[in-house]
């Protein structure tokens, strides 16, 4: 790639480029095809159409790419690349943040934020430029390698370095820079998309703005059913949850004249989601049992009972693979295949238990034919790991293109709420609700896991029912029909 000429990148669009591809370790290359990408996931948050967007012609050289858009006057967007100090402190693990001012604020991220945050760039830039400005009438400057950090943000490269990991091998939030700068709470790749968005009206003052809606994602990781039966589990109804009754109903579903309080909770907190015009998705193991695992059985006839109703109503069901399939692809496989026995053969997702996931977890899943994940959020906090509230195809560094599955990123765990984070409920949803605000400014997808089995504790199930009430009139998000505009289909 050391010579002019034209190349198709993975999205299906020609770039004209005289780069070499960049290295920042071992299988992570900053090609053009990724940079492409990095732009396509930008446009498609500024609200440019699919179609809008692959007549744009791309041109990058070693200082920077360059967007021309022929739209009967020719207009320009240009963005800078960084620097080789710059890429050699990334390549050795060395990054920051930058706060830059956005040309004009998007409405709707609140009052008191008035800079954009960029990391993985130079903190030698200019401060008080403008992440967009307007050079003349037809061309639009970037003061920073955007498309840089969006393709690190979004593809989790952080979290390929050589980073201590908890007891669980799990990357740990207070090492990310999103903590070191305190930026959890903000989806900051989709506040640039709504930084270009108003930069476009710029560039073209017919540019109309994009209406966006609050959409929500609402799972239940079946990780407890009360199948097989432990007295364990009984005593602990009776006497943790002080629900007595529910350690009756245990006891009675060994008799076969009840179902187990916990498989029954899929029922309950189901029931509670559509009160409030929702739907739930629950994600089922179907992995041997282990300290960390109940291993259940997803053939039994309770369990098959349940997922049949699940269908009637509406609901979905969904894999969750166990503790041991993490960075096992063979034991991914065998699980998906049981679960896919079980459910029939229709496009599922999941979710990862325990959130044992890093970046390779996505190209196991291409491999088991998923269709979506939903495991990017950290188990001790709430908020944006990857830096968005909008679904995408995540961009795999090994192969040179975007996935073949979404990511739809997890922003809310019960257990990281009032577990980690051991806040009571108003604290929680107050944190839960700022959250919603940021997904709603975006247009995104806010989404949220509540364990069926916490549903039995009146701490859990009041703070759930209560979120609830705050989420009526959002729209379920139906990944069905999410073509992610700018995919390779």
Known sequence: MGTLGQQRT?????????????????????????????????SRRAGVPADFFRSWKVSMTREKTVIEISNGTSKFISFPHASATQLKNLAAGQFSYLLVPSMTYPDG?????????????????????????????????CTVDLPLSILLTL?????????????????????????????????????????????????????????????VKISHD??????????????????????????????????????????????????????HGLSSAVYWKAGPPGPTDSGYDPHHKKVRAMMDWLREMGAESGVHPGYATFRSPEKLRREVMVL???????????????????????????????????????????????????PYRPWLFALNRQADLIEIPLLVMDRALIAYMGLPKDQALHEVMKLVTRCRAAGGVFTVLWHNNTFLESNYRETYLDLLKHLEGGDTYDWHSDSTPYSQQ
């Not at 989709?190 to 476009?200: K, N, T, V």
């Not at 002080?242 to 350690?247: D, E, G, I, R, V």
């Open 10 to 42: 993975a999205l299906g669009s020609p770039v004209r480029v005289v780069e070499n591809p960049i290295h920042l370790g071992a299988n992570v290359r900053i090609t053009p095809q990724a940079r492409y990408y990095a732009l396509a996931e930008l």
């Open 222 to 275: 079946a990780d407890h059913i009360g199948i097989p039966f432990r007295w364990k589990t009984a005593v602990r109804h009776a006497v943790l949850s002080h629900a007595p009754l529910n350690s009756i109903r245990d006891v009675m579903s060994v008799l076969g004249r009840s179902d187990p309080s916990e498989l029954k909770s899929i029922r309950d907190i189901t029931l509670a989601s559509i009160k």
């Open 340 to 390: 896919k026995g079980v459910l029939g053969d229709q496009p599922i997702g999941g979710r990862q238990h325990y959130l044992r996931w890093c970046p390779e977890t996505w190209i196991d899943w291409e491999n088991c034919g998923l269709a979506y994940d939903s495991s990017v959020g950290f188990a001790e906090t709430v908020g944006f790991r990857a830096g968005t509230c909008v």
């Open 155 to 215: 593809s989790r490269w952080e979290e390929l370095l050589d980073t201590p990991r908890d007891a669980h091998g799990r990357f740990q939030a207070k090492n990310s820079i999103a903590a070191s700068g305190g930026f959890f709470d903000r989806p900051i790749v989709d506040e640039y998309g709504l930084a270009f968005e108003h930069a476009m009206q710029l560039l073209y003052p017919s540019w109309k703005k994009t209406e966006r809606k609050l959409r």
């Open 109 to 141: 991220l609140g009052a008191g934020v008035p800079n954009c945050v960029i990391p993985f760039v130079e903190t030698t830039a200019a401060r008080l430029s403008p992440l967009f400005h307007l050079e003349n009438p037809n061309h639009l400057e």
